[in-house]
């Protein structure tokens, strides 16, 4: 090694020691390290010279549950059979428990051979909680806050036929905004699946016809003030997404409604097919969205025109978007209204 090298390899370490929650080490060897950052102690409760001695002491601050997945990770890494982070519950000596997320990189001399290996630690014990909150809270909406909206909806039907004209104006009112606490709990549990998810969206050919027909179908009914038109035909053709496809539609024509101003909203949707991807317009007649919101309309949490919307449904139809690895943007329609389109890769 060079004394240029050596000093470069010096640095490295230096910036390393000086990471919080990050510990990085090398090995030439099974248990042989060659260095283990400051950071290491952190995230394990161990000091490193310990380590170093006794690897032992690693794999035994594995939790219980956890030691046998992660050492077949640790092994396959080792061979070179796997090339992948994994997480896994680290058990200081004082007995707190923290989320670890490791990935090895193999480093390879001129032969091929395995020369020596790196190891990332970073310390995820903060973000598996925020995780896991997150299931709580989406299981207590899903399960809890749905089953008891059912109940009400349920009641609310039976009153129909015992109130007069003037009543049932305002039952179907009180009828709608159950259906809309609904329709919410399904946005919040599309978001956790989506957002919390660590996994890389593993996108398949899904049928456009099928997901923006059925989606259509069920907007139908649940706005039937509104006027839903299809302009030509949807195109028989496979898009790359996954099984939230039909997600971005209803959230979309959700939105077309919601936020019109017209006694008689009006929905159109279009598609244009072309060699690699496929755009999709869904179109409305409402009031539009002035050029200096429309860039803001995806972020989390944002809602105009005090509609009901959260605005969580526009910023989960960005994220699915983006991951399928096409774009959505908004255009004015004419002479009133927005269109939003949406491009989607066609599958290969």
Known sequence: MTRGSLGNRRDFRALFDQLDGVALWTATGPGEFDYISAGFEDIWGIPPEDVKDDISLLIDSIHPEDRDRVRANIEASAQGARDEAYEGRVVQPDGSVRWVLTRQV??????????????????????????????????????????DMAVVLGWMELLEDHVDDEGKEYLQKILASGEHVVELTEIAHDYVETVVSNEEVAVEPISLRSALTTEL?????????????????????????????????????????????????????????????????????????????????????????????TGIGLYLVQTLVTQYGGEIRIEDNEPTGTVFVVELPRAE
């Open 217 to 309: 179908s069920l907007r139908e009914e649940s706005f039937p003030q509104a006027e839903f038109v299809v302009d030509g035909s949807i195109p028989d053709v496979a898009v790359a997404a996954d099984g939230m496809l039909n997600s971005v539609f209803r959230n979309l024509l959700n939105n077309a409604v919601q936020h019109n101003d017209k006694d008689t909203p009006v929905v159109e949707v279009s598609c244009e097919p072309r060699d690699d991807d496929v755009d999709v317009r869904i179109a409305d007649n409402g009031p539009g969205i002035s050029d200096d919101k429309k860039e803001f309309v995806f972020g989390k949490g944002e809602r105009g025109l005090g509609s009901p919307g």
């Open 106 to 147: 193999m480093l390879r001399d001129d032969d091929g051979e395995i020369a020596e290996v790196v190891g990332i630690c970073t310390d995820i014990t903060e973000q598996q909680g925020r995780e896991q909150e997150l299931e709580l809270l989406n299981r207590i909406v899903r399960h809890d806050i749905r089953n």
